[in-house]
C-alpha cells in the first residue's frame, strides 16, 4: 500500500512555500520522493525551505514568485522545467489576506476586494492554466489549497471566504475540462496558526484556541495534516480522484 503513495522521480511546484503550511507541503512532497520547486516571495525563506529538501535527498530550486504576477509564475514554470525537467504536481498554496485584515463584505474598499482576489482566485486560474500547459504531454495533477472557510458564511471575512468558495468551484471546472491526463482538486485547511492566521484572527492571548474554536478532534491544526493530505492528493493513491475539496479541519 505505501507504493501508492510513492512520488520519487516526480517534480511539484508549491507557491507560498516559504514558510508555514507551503513549507509544510514542500517537506512532505519531499518526504514522499518528490523533487520541488520551492517558490514566495521572501528568497531567504524559500532557500531555506529548499535546503531543507536537499538534505531530505531530493533535488530542489528556491525561485522568487510573487503569484499576483503572471510573469513571473511563467518563470516559475520555464525555471522548473530548465532546472528539474519536468512539472508533474502544482500546488498553489500562496494566499490569505492581503493586509492581514478581515473585513465585513459591506466595509470592503473596492482596491481591497480586488487585491484579495488577485492573491487567491486570480492567481490559481493563472497557475493552473500554466501547469496544464506544462503538463500536457504527460499529466500531472493540480493541488489547491481552499479554506474551511470556503463553506457557509463568514462574518467578518467576507472577501477572503468568497475568494476561497470561488477557489472550490475553479478546481471543479478544471477537473471537467483537463481530464482524463490531469487531476485537479483542493484541500481546505481548518485553523491552523501559521503567522498570516495570527496576524489576521488576532485572538484573545491567554485562551486555548482549540477549546474557543470548538474543534472536535480537541488542536489546532500543523502545517505536515495539510502536507500529509497533499501527498495523497498528489500520488497514486488518490488516482480516481478528482474535481473534489478535501477538508482538514479537526472536524469543523
Given at each position: 500500500?505505501?507504493?501508492?503513495?510513492?512520488?520519487?522521480?516526480?517534480?511539484?511546484?508549491?507557491?507560498?512555500?516559504?514558510?508555514?503550511?507551503g513549507a509544510g507541503i514542500a517537506l512532505c512532497l519531499a518526504r514522499a520522493g518528490a523533487d520541488v520547486a520551492v517558490a514566495a516571495r521572501s528568497l531567504a525563506d524559500i532557500e531555506a525551505v529548499a535546503a531543507a529538501v536537499r538534505a531530505l535527498g531530493r533535488r530542489a530550486i528556491a525561485v522568487p514568485t510573487d503569484v499576483t504576477d503572471v510573469a513571473a509564475l511563467e518563470r516559475l514554470a520555464e525555471q522548473t522545467l530548465s532546472s528539474l525537467g519536468r512539472v508533474d504536481i502544482w500546488v498553489s498554496n500562496a494566499g490569505g489576506l492581503p493586509d492581514a485584515t478581515p473585513r465585513y463584505l459591506t466595509r470592503t474598499p473596492e482596491d481591497r476586494w480586488d487585491a484579495q482576489l488577485d492573491l487567491n482566485l486570480k492567481s490559481v486560474w493563472q497557475a493552473a492554466v500554466i501547469a496544464a500547459r506544462c503538463m500536457a504531454e504527460h499529466g500531472g495533477t493540480i493541488i489547491n489549497i481552499s479554506s474551511r472557510a470556503a463553506t457557509g458564511g463568514s462574518l467578518k471575512n467576507g472577501p477572503y471566504a468568497a475568494s476561497k468558495a470561488a477557489v472550490n468551484s475553479l478546481t471543479a471546472t478544471l477537473a471537467?475540462?483537463?481530464?482524463?491526463?490531469?487531476?485537479?482538486?483542493?484541500?481546505a485547511p481548518g485553523p491552523i496558526p501559521t503567522d498570516n492566521f495570527n496576524q489576521s484572527t488576532r485572538f484573545p492571548e491567554g485562551k486555548p484556541l482549540e477549546k474557543l474554536l470548538n474543534i472536535p478532534l480537541g488542536r489546532l491544526g500543523t502545517p505536515e495534516d495539510i502536507g500529509n493530505a497533499v501527498v495523497f492528493m498528489a500520488s497514486d493513491a488518490s488516482s480516481w480522484i478528482t474535481g473534489q475539496c478535501l477538508y482538514v479541519s479537526g472536524g469543523l
Amino acid at each position: 500500500m505505501n507504493g501508492a503513495f510513492d512520488l520519487t522521480g516526480r517534480v511539484a511546484v508549491v507557491t507560498g512555500a516559504g514558510k508555514g503550511i507551503g513549507a509544510g507541503i514542500a517537506l512532505c512532497l519531499a518526504r514522499a520522493g518528490a523533487d520541488v520547486a520551492v517558490a514566495a516571495r521572501s528568497l531567504a525563506d524559500i532557500e531555506a525551505v529548499a535546503a531543507a529538501v536537499r538534505a531530505l535527498g531530493r533535488r530542489a530550486i528556491a525561485v522568487p514568485t510573487d503569484v499576483t504576477d503572471v510573469a513571473a509564475l511563467e518563470r516559475l514554470a520555464e525555471q522548473t522545467l530548465s532546472s528539474l525537467g519536468r512539472v508533474d504536481i502544482w500546488v498553489s498554496n500562496a494566499g490569505g489576506l492581503p493586509d492581514a485584515t478581515p473585513r465585513y463584505l459591506t466595509r470592503t474598499p473596492e482596491d481591497r476586494w480586488d487585491a484579495q482576489l488577485d492573491l487567491n482566485l486570480k492567481s490559481v486560474w493563472q497557475a493552473a492554466v500554466i501547469a496544464a500547459r506544462c503538463m500536457a504531454e504527460h499529466g500531472g495533477t493540480i493541488i489547491n489549497i481552499s479554506s474551511r472557510a470556503a463553506t457557509g458564511g463568514s462574518l467578518k471575512n467576507g472577501p477572503y471566504a468568497a475568494s476561497k468558495a470561488a477557489v472550490n468551484s475553479l478546481t471543479a471546472t478544471l477537473a471537467l475540462e483537463l481530464a482524463p491526463k490531469i487531476r485537479v482538486n483542493a484541500v481546505a485547511p481548518g485553523p491552523i496558526p501559521t503567522d498570516n492566521f495570527n496576524q489576521s484572527t488576532r485572538f484573545p492571548e491567554g485562551k486555548p484556541l482549540e477549546k474557543l474554536l470548538n474543534i472536535p478532534l480537541g488542536r489546532l491544526g500543523t502545517p505536515e495534516d495539510i502536507g500529509n493530505a497533499v501527498v495523497f492528493m498528489a500520488s497514486d493513491a488518490s488516482s480516481w480522484i478528482t474535481g473534489q475539496c478535501l477538508y482538514v479541519s479537526g472536524g469543523l
